[in-house]
């Protein structure tokens, strides 16, 4: 015959499950959504700028160009922009991705993926080239999503699985993230 408590852990175990679920549902859902978005920012042809689209393989090269060539709000824009397209990476990924050096795999990945968009802009996408400043951009805006918001999602979902497989509760160990003095430091 089981107890009132074991009763009350295996419902509290059945909620942390679900929340974990539906967390990880409503993360691979945002991936799904941002990566719809991306597509269409990134790889919908541009016949204007068909002549002046030209790849550029020196770090920092563009970021030049933005500051000789553009309007301070033109650049700004430029730059903002590529910054803003990585952000998404940093706050999704440390979700869906293992704990163990995290920070660094969001950086691969986020790398690996604008790479890869970057190299079918160039390819296939008119008015559009490879630009290595863009993926250095986006990577940076990943890392800053991640140090921002996706570092504190990330260990609170997973810790949620942690209580669950230890039977523990959230005020013994984690509220949502934030380190509780009592928690041992890994």
Known sequence: ????????????????????????????????????????????????????AGS???PGHSLRQYADDYTFLAACRQVGGNLLLGVPFGLILPVLVRRRLRA???????????????????????????????????????LLGYLLLGRRMGRGFHHLGERRRKGGTTSQRWRFGARRAAAPRR
């Open 1 to 52: 015959m089981t107890t009132q408590a074991e009763r009350a852990r295996a419902r509290t175990a059945r909620r942390v499950m679900a929340v974990r679920i539906l967390i990880m549902v409503v993360a691979i859902a945002a991936l799904v959504a941002f990566s719809v978005v991306l597509a269409e920012v990134t790889l919908t042809p541009s016949p204007a700028s068909r002549d002046l």
């Open 56 to 58: 550029n393989l020196r």
């Open 104 to 142: 660094v795999r969001v950086l691969l990945y986020t790398v690996v993926v604008m790479v890869f968009i970057e190299l079918a802009q160039g390819a296939l996408v008119e008015g559009r080239a490879f630009d290595v400043d863009d993926v250095l951009l986006n990577t940076s805006g990943a």
